[in-house]
């Protein structure tokens, strides 16, 4: 059974600009979420999807990040304008069902210089 | 709200010693009670999940975990550590109505030779 994969592995931006990543969580799966993860800290939830509606976006910085699941399958997370702040490792979850486990991939490390 | 505090940033422990990595949480609900283990540059994978019943969970690789209501703790243990044990460690709570995850800071387990 594939993983949870995420794409691109890293990125650097100057601040400022833009970013985008990608997450494709395992099939079948209807519940997906976005994690941010800071240098020394433990991952935090950024948003939360159950098919392609928003379950929990409490945490999310609306005035520059913005998530979409289109069709409940893939998402997509940016980040505009990039802050050095949001230098960070991005992780995507997905579970079958809010109450299941849940399986991370291999995050998309980001760079704000 | 709930909160996880790992008491222990960093355990270092010699190859075949035992060791246990400490949590503590709060929560004014019930709670569901999760080890993560994070490799460099690799996503999350779960050690192992307290739900109900028993309170000593066994997980992968040989670890254990005991749910201790009164003391909200769930501390992680582990008999003999292996050099492939070194890894950032989690715990993490959900109150298991949306899924989401709130994290501690991890624990850096260092296994010498």
């Known amino acids: 059974e594939a993983g949870v994969a995420q794409s691109p592995r890293y990125k650097i931006i100057e601040k400022r600009q833009s970013v985008a990543f990608w997450c494709n969580p395992i099939s079948g799966h209807a519940t997906l979420y976005w994690y941010q993860q800071i240098l020394g800290q433990g991952p935090k939830l950024l948003i939360q999807?159950?098919?392609?509606?928003?379950?929990?976006d409490s945490q999310l910085p609306k005035d520059r990040f913005s998530a979409e699941r289109l069709k409940g399958v893939d998402s997509t997370l940016k980040i505009q304008p990039a802050k050095l702040e949001d230098s960070a490792v991005y992780l995507c979850a997905s579970s079958p069902g809010v109450k299941d486990t849940q399986y991370f991939g291999p995050g998309t490390r980001l760079t704000v210089l | 709200a709930q909160s996880v505090t790992q008491l222990d940033s960093q355990v270092p422990v010699f190859e075949e010693a035992p060791v246990e990595l400490r949590c503590n949480y709060s929560s004014s609900v019930s709670v569901y009670l999760f080890w993560y283990v994070q490799y460099p540059n690799q996503g999350l994978q779960l050690l192992l999940k307290y739900l109900s019943g028993s309170t000593l969970v066994k997980g992968i690789n040989g670890f254990e975990a005991e749910f201790n209501k009164s003391q909200t703790s769930f501390h992680l243990r582990k008999p003999s550590v292996h050099i492939s044990d070194t890894a950032e460690y989690f715990c993490?709570?959900?109150?298991?109505?949306?899924?989401?995850?709130?994290f501690g800071q991890g624990t850096t387990l260092q296994v010498k030779p």
């Open positions: 999807f159950q098919n392609n509606g928003v379950v929990d």
């Open positions: 993490a709570v959900s109150s298991g109505n949306t899924g989401k995850l709130i």
